[in-house]
């Protein structure tokens, strides 16, 4: 079997991209820029905000217009880029087991109640630490990564 690679959603990182450059210029033109309307907590709050937005928008950025695959799927293991520069790579018996973790958080304000959920597919090796993806920004394929994922762990992990 030849190997398969699987890449971030890129329309997905670039709206969230986008919206966090927004709310960043939001912040900064309309809220922090008439300090009487805020408190001095309020301020220090914002701006520990903004420096969040600003992460969230250079990565999910960097992962829009990056032409690297975050999964690549071959005879020889898996390899994951986990971050900008860092790719691991897991040899089939070197792989322990894999774990499908779902991450429920309540998101709560003063007029709405809401749920955040993120699916993880967690690797987990004899020795070393798990590596995981998160599948809210992995294109998938409809399932076709599920269906590969399983065909070269029936083939190649017992081999």
């Given at each position: 079997?030849?190997?398969?690679?699987?890449?971030?959603?890129?329309?997905?990182?670039?709206?969230?991209?986008?919206?966090?450059?927004?709310?960043?210029?939001?912040?900064?033109?309309?809220?922090?820029?008439?300090?009487?309307?805020?408190?001095?907590?309020?301020?220090?709050?914002?701006?520990?905000?903004?420096?969040v937005l600003v992460v969230v928008g250079l990565t999910t950025f960097i992962k829009a217009v990056d032409k690297r695959p975050i999964v690549t799927?071959?005879?020889?293991?898996?390899?994951?880029?986990?971050?900008?520069?860092?790719?691991?790579?897991?040899?089939?018996?070197?792989l322990k087991g894999i774990n499908r973790e779902k991450y429920t958080q309540l998101v709560a304000s003063s007029s709405l109640v809401g749920f955040?959920?993120?699916?993880?597919?967690?690797?987990?090796?004899?020795?070393?630490?798990?590596?995981?993806?998160?599948?809210?920004?992995?294109?998938?394929?409809?399932?076709?990564?599920?269906?590969?994922?399983?065909?070269?762990?029936?083939?190649?992990?017992?081999?």
């Amino acid at each position: 079997m030849e190997s398969k690679s699987y890449y971030s959603k890129r329309v997905n990182c670039i709206i969230l991209s986008i919206l966090c450059w927004v709310l960043i210029f939001l912040i900064c033109t309309k809220v922090l820029n008439d300090p009487d309307m805020i408190t001095d907590t309020a301020v220090i709050i914002l701006r520990i905000v903004i420096v969040v937005l600003v992460v969230v928008g250079l990565t999910t950025f960097i992962k829009a217009v990056d032409k690297r695959p975050i999964v690549t799927i071959s005879k020889e293991g898996i390899e994951i880029q986990s971050f900008i520069f860092s790719n691991i790579f897991i040899k089939w018996d070197e792989l322990k087991g894999i774990n499908r973790e779902k991450y429920t958080q309540l998101v709560a304000s003063s007029s709405l109640v809401g749920f955040s959920t993120n699916y993880m597919l967690r690797f987990h090796r004899k020795q070393g630490r798990s590596v995981a993806v998160n599948l809210s920004l992995l294109d998938t394929q409809n399932n076709d990564f599920f269906k590969t994922l399983g065909d070269y762990i029936k083939m190649y992990k017992n081999a």
